[in-house]
C-alpha cells in the first residue's frame, strides 16, 4: 500500500510542478492566477496534514475535538481529517469552475470547450456533486467506508485537475473588455438583435475557439468633434489629428502608421476637413480609390452644413479642366498614374504652378500597398512635382503606412523631408477578436473552401460579412449573395462586424498591428479570422504567442515597398517628363534624379543643353557666391513616343490574353518566356489560368482552369556575369564574436533558366529549358568567416531558401520579382561563401537601395530563429521550405548564421 501511494504521489508532484511552471510561464489571466494561488496554499496544506496524520497514527488529539463530540480514537482522527480533505478539496473544485467560466471583471470569458476539456468538466461536477451529496446524507457511513488512501489523494487530483483546466483558456495580451452585447444601433436608431457570430462558427468548428488575440473595448463619452463625426468616426476624435495638424502648420511632414483602410479614410477626411476648411488651404491627395473617397468627403460637408472651400476633383480630366479655367482647385483626389500622365504635366503650365506654389499638403496613402514599378512612378511623380515648386515654398507630406521599425523610416527616401511618425491615438474603440481558421486539407482549394464555409453560415444568419484576398486565394465567383458574386474588399480596409481574410506571410504583422486601431462602427465588437497558407514563415510567427512577444519587443517587420527610382529605364521616361514641363537646370536634374541618367538622356540625343543660368547661393556663413548651370531643354517629340506611365520596366512588353481576347497583364518581352513558363499556373483578378505553351510573337495566350488547380513555382536557375562593374556598397562589419558580414552592390548579365514547374511545390514537371537574358542589379552578402570552410554548400542551399520565404515579409513584392540564391564560390573577384539577392525586374527595381548592411543582417537573424524554433534535426515541412528538405542540411546552416 505504501508503494503504491508513493507512486501515486509522484505522478501528482510531476502535475502539481508543470502546473507551477505553467502559472509562471505567463499563459494565465491575472484573475485566475490569483485565484489558482489561493487554491494552491488551500489544498496543499489540507493534503500535507492529512498525509502526515495517515502515516503518523493520529496524535493530534486536541484538533480532533473541532469534528467530532464523542470518544476519540486514530480511525476517528483519520476519517474526521479525510473528511476536512474531501470538503476543501470540493471547495477548491467550484471556486476553479467559477473562475474558469465567469472569470471576473478583467478576465476574458472562455466561450468553448474541445471534448477532453468537456470531459474533465462533467467528471469534477459529477465527482463534486456526489461527495456534497454523501456527506450531507450519510456522513459517517460515507467516511468510514471510504478507503482513506484516496481520501487523503483527493486534493492532489483536484489541484492537478484545476491546473490543466484553467491552463487550457486563451491567452490575451489586454485584460479590460467592454461587456458583451446582445443588440447593437443601426444608422437610423434602431436597435437589431442580432446571433453571436463567434460562437456560431466555432459550433461548426471553422475557426479555432482560442483567440490569437483580443483587443479591449474602452468606453468614452460623446465626442464634441463634430468634423470627425461627419467624417464617420464615432466617439472621441483622434489625439494624432491634433498633433499631425500642428506638425503640418509648422512647415513639417507626418507620417501615420497602422491604419486599417476604412479608419484611414476617417482620419484622413477629418483631417482634410480642419486643414481644407478651418485653415482654408489646398491638398493633393494620392488614393488609390479617389471618387469613394471624394464621395465620402462630400457627405462630411454636407453633415457640417459647410460649403465647399472650393473645387474639389477626383480624376485627371477634373484637374485639366479646372486650371484650363483659371481656377485652383481645392482639393485634388487622384491614383499614381493620373498623376504622373495628366496632374503634373498641367502643374508645369502658369496657373497650375500657381497650385503647387501655394504650399498644398501632399497626402500619399498607402504607398506601402503599390507594385514596385507603380511605386517607381509615385517616387518619380514626387521628384517631378519637386522641381516645379519654388525653392520658398515649404513641402508638406502626410503619409499612412504600416510599420514601427526603422525600416520605416526607408519607405520614400526620395522625399527630401522627415517625415515624423505620428500614432493615430484612437480614444475609442470597440474590442476586436483576431482567431485563426480552421482548414481541412492544405492548398489553395482547401483554404477557398474554407473560407466559403464560414461566410455561408454568417450569410445565414445575416450578419454583416466582409471579406479580404491579399493573399490571392480566393476565386472570383466563389462567394455570392442571392446569385451575385461578392466584391471583396481592399487588403487592410478591416470592415463590417466579421472580416474573413486570406493572409499571406507579408500581411501577418501588419494586420496584427492594424486591427487594433479600429475606428468604432455602429455594429460594436468586431470579429477578424483569417487563413494564412503554409509556409515556414508563417508557421513560425502563428506559434501560440509568438505575435504577442514581436509585438512587446518592436520586432514586428513593416513590409518595405520597393521601388526602383535609379532604373534607368523609368528615371529615363520621368526625366524627359520633367524636361517638357518646365527648364531645370543641369545641377536641379542632377540633385533630384541621378547623374548617370542625366548623362544617357543627353547622349541619346533626347536633351539638349540650352544657355546657362546663374543663381546666388548662400552658405552658413553668410557668404555668397553665383553658381552658374545650363538649362536641359526636351528634344522634339515623335507622335509614336508616348511618354506616360506603364506597369512593364520597359515600353517593349507582351500582353497577356485569355481565350476570349480579354487582357489578364502585360510582361516586358526580355522577361516574358521565364515569368510566363510553360505549364505555369497562376492567379490574377481572383481567376485561375494555365500558360499551355510560352510566349509567342503574337502574345502570350492563357486559359481558365479549376480553381481547385495548385498554382505552381519553377524550377529556376541562374547564371551572371559579374565584369558589367561592381562596387562595394558598404564595409565589412561584425556581428558577434565571429559572424561577419560584408555587402557588395554588382551590376550583372543575369541569364536565368526555367526548366519545369513544382505544382502546390510538389509533383515536378519537367520540360525543355527556357531562358531570359538581361542587366540588372544584385546585393550579394559576403560571409567572411566563412573563408577557407568546407562542406557547407548544402547548408548555404538550406538557408538561401529559407531566406527567399523570409523575404516576403520584409518587402513588398511579389515571391516571383526577387530570389535569395546561395553561391559556394562568391562573386566577382570575391571568393569567399555569399547569399545573392536577386532583383528579377530589367535594370533592377529597388532591392539593392533597400537591403542595406543591418537590413540583410536582420533577414539573416530571422532566417536562424525560424530554423531554432523548431526542435527537428535535419528539417522538416514546419520550418523547411519543401524544395530543400532533401538536402537534410539544417544544422549546417544554423552553423553559416552562428554568431
Given at each position: 500500500?505504501?508503494?503504491?501511494?508513493?507512486?501515486?504521489?509522484?505522478?501528482?508532484?510531476?502535475?502539481?510542478?508543470?502546473?507551477?511552471?505553467?502559472?509562471?510561464?505567463?499563459?494565465?489571466?491575472?484573475?485566475?492566477?490569483?485565484?489558482?494561488?489561493?487554491?494552491?496554499?488551500?489544498?496543499?496544506?489540507?493534503?500535507?496534514?492529512?498525509?502526515?496524520?495517515?502515516?503518523?497514527?493520529?496524535?493530534?488529539?486536541?484538533?480532533?475535538?473541532?469534528?467530532?463530540?464523542?470518544?476519540?480514537?486514530?480511525?476517528?482522527?483519520?476519517?474526521?481529517?479525510?473528511?476536512?480533505?474531501?470538503?476543501?478539496?470540493?471547495?477548491?473544485?467550484?471556486?476553479?469552475?467559477?473562475?474558469?467560466?465567469?472569470?471576473?471583471?478583467?478576465?476574458?470569458?472562455?466561450?468553448?470547450?474541445?471534448?477532453?476539456?468537456?470531459?474533465?468538466?462533467?467528471?469534477?461536477?459529477?465527482?463534486?456533486?456526489?461527495?456534497?451529496?454523501?456527506?450531507?446524507?450519510?456522513?459517517?457511513?460515507?467516511?468510514?467506508?471510504?478507503?482513506?488512501?484516496?481520501?487523503?489523494?483527493?486534493?492532489?487530483?483536484?489541484?492537478?485537475?484545476?491546473?490543466?483546466?484553467?491552463?487550457?483558456?486563451?491567452?490575451?495580451?489586454?485584460?479590460?473588455?467592454?461587456?458583451?452585447?446582445?443588440?447593437?444601433?443601426?444608422?437610423?436608431?434602431?436597435?437589431?438583435?442580432?446571433?453571436?457570430?463567434?460562437?456560431?462558427?466555432?459550433?461548426?468548428?471553422?475557426?479555432?475557439?482560442?483567440?490569437?488575440?483580443?483587443?479591449?473595448?474602452?468606453?468614452?463619452?460623446?465626442?464634441?468633434?463634430?468634423?470627425?463625426?461627419?467624417?464617420?468616426?464615432?466617439?472621441?476624435?483622434?489625439?494624432?489629428?491634433?498633433?499631425?495638424?500642428?506638425?503640418?502648420?509648422?512647415?513639417?511632414?507626418?507620417?501615420?502608421?497602422?491604419?486599417?483602410?476604412?479608419?484611414?479614410?476617417?482620419?484622413?477626411?477629418?483631417?482634410?476637413?480642419?486643414?481644407?476648411?478651418?485653415?482654408?488651404?489646398?491638398?493633393?491627395?494620392?488614393?488609390?480609390?479617389?471618387?469613394?473617397?471624394?464621395?465620402?468627403?462630400?457627405?462630411?460637408?454636407?453633415?457640417?452644413?459647410?460649403?465647399?472651400?472650393?473645387?474639389?476633383?477626383?480624376?485627371?480630366?477634373?484637374?485639366?479642366?479646372?486650371?484650363?479655367?483659371?481656377?485652383?482647385?481645392?482639393?485634388?483626389?487622384?491614383?499614381?498614374?493620373?498623376?504622373?500622365?495628366?496632374?503634373?504635366?498641367?502643374?508645369?503650365?502658369?496657373?497650375?504652378?500657381?497650385?503647387?506654389?501655394?504650399?498644398?499638403?501632399?497626402v500619399l496613402c498607402r504607398p506601402d500597398r503599390l507594385q514596385p514599378v507603380e511605386a517607381t512612378?509615385?517616387?518619380?511623380?514626387?521628384?517631378?512635382?519637386?522641381?516645379?515648386?519654388?525653392?520658398?515654398?515649404?513641402?508638406?507630406?502626410?503619409?499612412?503606412?504600416?510599420?514601427?521599425?526603422?525600416?520605416?523610416?526607408?519607405?520614400?527616401?526620395?522625399?527630401?523631408?522627415?517625415?515624423?511618425?505620428?500614432?493615430?491615438?484612437?480614444?475609442?474603440?470597440?474590442?476586436?477578436?483576431?482567431?485563426?481558421?480552421?482548414?481541412?486539407?492544405?492548398?489553395?482549394?482547401?483554404?477557398?473552401?474554407?473560407?466559403?464555409?464560414?461566410?455561408?453560415?454568417?450569410?445565414?444568419?445575416?450578419?454583416?460579412?466582409?471579406?479580404?484576398?491579399?493573399?490571392?486565394?480566393?476565386?472570383?465567383?466563389?462567394?455570392?449573395?442571392?446569385?451575385?458574386?461578392?466584391?471583396?474588399?481592399?487588403?487592410?480596409?478591416?470592415?463590417?462586424?466579421?472580416?474573413?481574410?486570406?493572409?499571406?506571410?507579408?500581411?501577418?504583422?501588419?494586420?496584427?498591428?492594424?486591427?487594433?486601431?479600429?475606428?468604432?462602427?455602429?455594429?460594436?465588437?468586431?470579429?477578424?479570422?483569417?487563413?494564412?497558407?503554409?509556409?515556414?514563415?508563417?508557421?513560425?510567427?502563428?506559434?501560440?504567442?509568438?505575435?504577442?512577444?514581436?509585438?512587446?519587443?518592436?520586432?514586428?517587420?513593416?513590409?518595405?515597398?520597393?521601388?526602383?527610382?535609379?532604373?534607368?529605364?523609368?528615371?529615363?521616361?520621368?526625366?524627359?517628363?520633367?524636361?517638357?514641363?518646365?527648364?531645370?537646370?543641369?545641377?536641379?536634374?542632377?540633385?533630384?534624379?541621378?547623374?548617370?541618367?542625366?548623362?544617357?538622356?543627353?547622349?541619346?540625343?533626347?536633351?539638349?543643353?540650352?544657355?546657362?543660368?546663374?543663381?546666388?547661393?548662400?552658405?552658413?556663413?553668410?557668404?555668397?557666391?553665383?553658381?552658374?548651370?545650363?538649362?536641359?531643354?526636351?528634344?522634339?517629340?515623335?507622335?509614336?513616343?508616348?511618354?506616360?506611365?506603364?506597369?512593364?520596366?520597359?515600353?517593349?512588353?507582351?500582353?497577356?490574353?485569355?481565350?476570349?481576347?480579354?487582357?489578364?497583364?502585360?510582361?516586358?518581352?526580355?522577361?516574358?518566356?521565364?515569368?510566363?513558363?510553360?505549364?505555369?499556373?497562376?492567379?490574377?483578378?481572383?481567376?485561375?489560368?494555365?500558360?499551355?505553351?510560352?510566349?509567342?510573337?503574337?502574345?502570350?495566350?492563357?486559359?481558365?482552369?479549376?480553381?481547385?488547380?495548385?498554382?505552381?513555382?519553377?524550377?529556376?536557375?541562374?547564371?551572371?556575369?559579374?565584369?558589367?562593374?561592381?562596387?562595394?556598397?558598404?564595409?565589412?562589419?561584425?556581428?558577434?564574436?565571429?559572424?561577419?558580414?560584408?555587402?557588395?552592390?554588382?551590376?550583372?548579365?543575369?541569364?536565368?533558366?526555367?526548366?519545369?514547374?513544382?505544382?502546390?511545390?510538389?509533383?515536378?514537371?519537367?520540360?525543355?529549358?527556357?531562358?531570359?537574358?538581361?542587366?540588372t542589379r544584385i546585393r550579394v552578402a559576403h560571409f567572411a568567416h566563412l573563408a577557407g570552410a568546407?562542406?557547407?554548400?548544402?547548408?548555404?542551399?538550406?538557408?538561401?531558401?529559407?531566406?527567399?520565404?523570409?523575404?516576403?515579409?520584409?518587402?513588398?513584392?511579389?515571391?516571383?520579382?526577387?530570389?535569395?540564391?546561395?553561391?559556394?564560390?562568391?562573386?566577382?573577384?570575391?571568393?569567399?561563401?555569399?547569399?545573392?539577392?536577386?532583383?528579377?525586374?530589367?535594370?533592377?527595381?529597388?532591392?539593392?537601395?533597400?537591403?542595406?548592411?543591418?537590413?540583410?543582417?536582420?533577414?539573416?537573424?530571422?532566417?536562424?530563429?525560424?530554423?531554432?524554433?523548431?526542435?527537428?534535426?535535419?528539417?522538416?515541412?514546419?520550418?523547411?521550405?519543401?524544395?530543400?528538405?532533401?538536402?537534410?542540411?539544417?544544422?549546417?546552416?544554423?552553423?553559416?548564421?552562428?554568431?
Open positions: 500500500m505504501n508503494e503504491a501511494l508513493f507512486t501515486i504521489g509522484a505522478v501528482l508532484l510531476l502535475l502539481l510542478v508543470w502546473g507551477v511552471f505553467e502559472i509562471t510561464g505567463g499563459r494565465f489571466r491575472r484573475a485566475r492566477r490569483a485565484m489558482v494561488g489561493a487554491q494552491l496554499g488551500l489544498v496543499v496544506g489540507t493534503a500535507a496534514v492529512s498525509g502526515w496524520l495517515w502515516y503518523s497514527g493520529g496524535d493530534a488529539i486536541t484538533m480532533v475535538g473541532l469534528l467530532s463530540t464523542g470518544g476519540v480514537t486514530d480511525d476517528l482522527v483519520r476519517t474526521g481529517w479525510a473528511r476536512l480533505s474531501l470538503g476543501l478539496s470540493g471547495l477548491a473544485v467550484v471556486m476553479s469552475v467559477l473562475a474558469a467560466f465567469c472569470g471576473g471583471e478583467d478576465a476574458e470569458p472562455q466561450r468553448s470547450l474541445s471534448l477532453i476539456d468537456k470531459a474533465v468538466v462533467a467528471f469534477i461536477a459529477v465527482t463534486g456533486s456526489a461527495i456534497v451529496a454523501c456527506v450531507i446524507a450519510m456522513p459517517l457511513v460515507w467516511f468510514n467506508s471510504l478507503p482513506l488512501q484516496v481520501a487523503s489523494a483527493t486534493p492532489l487530483v483536484s489541484l492537478a485537475l484545476i491546473l490543466w483546466l484553467v491552463s487550457s483558456s486563451p491567452a490575451v495580451v489586454e485584460f479590460k473588455v467592454s461587456p458583451k452585447k446582445r443588440s447593437s444601433q443601426g444608422p437610423e436608431g434602431k436597435v437589431d438583435d442580432y446571433p453571436d457570430p463567434l460562437q456560431l462558427v466555432v459550433d461548426k468548428q471553422l475557426i479555432l475557439p482560442r483567440p490569437v488575440i483580443v483587443w479591449p473595448g474602452q468606453v468614452s463619452g460623446q465626442s464634441d468633434d463634430r468634423v470627425w463625426g461627419a467624417a464617420g468616426g464615432l466617439g472621441l476624435a483622434p489625439t494624432g489629428i491634433e498633433g499631425a495638424l500642428g506638425r503640418l502648420d509648422g512647415g513639417g511632414s507626418v507620417l501615420v502608421p497602422d491604419l486599417p483602410g476604412d479608419t484611414e479614410d476617417i482620419f484622413l477626411v477629418t483631417l482634410l476637413l480642419r486643414w481644407g476648411v478651418e485653415r482654408s488651404r489646398r491638398s493633393l491627395v494620392v488614393h488609390p480609390r479617389p471618387k469613394e473617397f471624394v464621395d465620402r468627403f462630400t457627405r462630411a460637408l454636407a453633415r457640417l452644413g459647410a460649403f465647399r472651400p472650393g473645387p474639389i476633383c477626383q480624376n485627371g480630366t477634373e484637374v485639366v479642366q479646372c486650371l484650363r479655367e483659371r481656377r485652383l482647385p481645392s482639393l485634388v483626389v487622384v491614383d499614381t498614374t493620373e498623376l504622373s500622365d495628366a496632374c503634373i504635366p498641367e502643374f508645369g503650365k502658369d496657373v497650375g504652378r500657381r497650385f503647387v506654389n501655394s504650399s498644398p499638403l501632399m512612378h509615385l517616387a518619380l511623380s514626387c521628384t517631378r512635382l519637386g522641381l516645379l515648386a519654388d525653392a520658398a515654398s515649404p513641402s508638406r507630406f502626410l503619409v499612412t503606412a504600416p510599420g514601427t521599425n526603422p525600416m520605416l523610416h526607408r519607405i520614400l527616401p526620395v522625399i527630401s523631408v522627415e517625415l515624423t511618425p505620428m500614432p493615430a491615438g484612437l480614444l475609442a474603440t470597440d474590442r476586436v477578436r483576431l482567431h485563426r481558421g480552421v482548414v481541412h486539407g492544405s492548398g489553395a482549394d482547401a483554404v477557398s473552401a474554407a473560407v466559403r464555409q464560414t461566410h455561408t453560415a454568417l450569410m445565414k444568419a445575416g450578419v454583416n460579412v466582409r471579406v479580404e484576398d491579399p493573399a490571392g486565394l480566393l476565386s472570383h465567383d466563389m462567394l455570392t449573395v442571392n446569385g451575385v458574386p461578392k466584391k471583396l474588399d481592399a487588403p487592410g480596409t478591416l470592415g463590417g462586424r466579421v472580416c474573413l481574410i486570406t493572409c499571406c506571410e507579408a500581411e501577418i504583422s501588419v494586420l496584427f498591428r492594424a486591427a487594433s486601431q479600429r475606428a468604432r462602427r455602429p455594429e460594436g465588437e468586431q470579429l477578424l479570422v483569417w487563413w494564412t497558407p503554409h509556409s515556414p514563415v508563417a508557421n513560425y510567427m502563428l506559434e501560440e504567442g509568438r505575435l504577442v512577444e514581436l509585438h512587446k519587443k518592436n520586432l514586428l517587420p513593416a513590409p518595405l515597398p520597393l521601388f526602383g527610382s535609379s532604373n534607368r529605364f523609368l528615371e529615363e521616361l520621368h526625366l524627359r517628363l520633367a524636361l517638357q514641363e518646365g527648364m531645370p537646370t543641369e545641377k536641379e536634374l542632377e540633385s533630384r534624379f541621378t547623374p548617370e541618367g542625366l548623362r544617357r538622356v543627353l547622349a541619346a540625343r533626347l536633351a539638349r543643353l540650352g544657355r546657362s543660368r546663374a543663381t546666388y547661393t548662400e552658405d552658413d556663413r553668410g557668404r555668397r557666391s553665383v553658381e552658374r548651370s545650363h538649362l536641359v531643354l526636351p528634344a522634339p517629340a515623335l507622335d509614336e513616343d508616348r511618354l506616360e506611365a506603364r506597369t512593364t520596366v520597359t515600353s517593349a512588353q507582351v500582353e497577356v490574353i485569355d481565350q476570349t481576347g480579354s487582357p489578364v497583364d502585360v510582361v516586358d518581352r526580355q522577361t516574358a518566356h521565364t515569368h510566363y513558363y510553360p505549364t505555369r499556373v497562376f492567379s490574377r483578378n481572383g481567376r485561375r489560368y494555365e500558360v499551355p505553351i510560352g510566349p509567342t510573337s503574337d502574345g502570350i495566350e492563357v486559359r481558365l482552369v479549376d480553381w481547385s488547380k495548385a498554382t505552381t513555382m519553377p524550377k529556376l536557375r541562374f547564371s551572371f556575369k559579374s565584369g558589367y562593374g561592381s562596387g562595394q556598397d558598404e564595409p565589412a562589419k561584425r556581428y558577434g564574436r565571429a559572424f561577419q558580414l560584408r555587402v557588395t552592390d554588382y551590376h550583372v548579365r543575369l541569364t536565368e533558366f526555367v526548366s519545369g514547374s513544382i505544382e502546390g511545390r510538389r509533383n515536378p514537371v519537367s520540360f525543355d529549358p527556357v531562358k531570359a537574358e538581361y542587366n568546407r562542406d557547407f554548400e548544402n547548408g548555404l542551399t538550406h538557408m538561401a531558401r529559407l531566406l527567399d520565404d523570409v523575404l516576403i515579409t520584409q518587402l513588398r513584392a511579389a515571391d516571383e520579382l526577387i530570389e535569395a540564391v546561395g553561391l559556394p564560390d562568391g562573386c566577382g573577384d570575391d571568393r569567399t561563401p555569399a547569399v545573392a539577392f536577386i532583383d528579377r525586374h530589367i535594370g533592377g527595381m529597388g532591392a539593392v537601395e533597400s537591403l542595406s548592411l543591418d537590413v540583410v543582417h536582420e533577414l539573416l537573424q530571422w532566417t536562424k530563429v525560424i530554423m531554432q524554433s523548431c526542435k527537428c534535426m535535419d528539417g522538416c515541412e514546419l520550418c523547411t521550405p519543401l524544395e530543400a528538405l532533401h538536402l537534410k542540411a539544417k544544422q549546417k546552416a544554423i552553423q553559416i548564421l552562428e554568431t
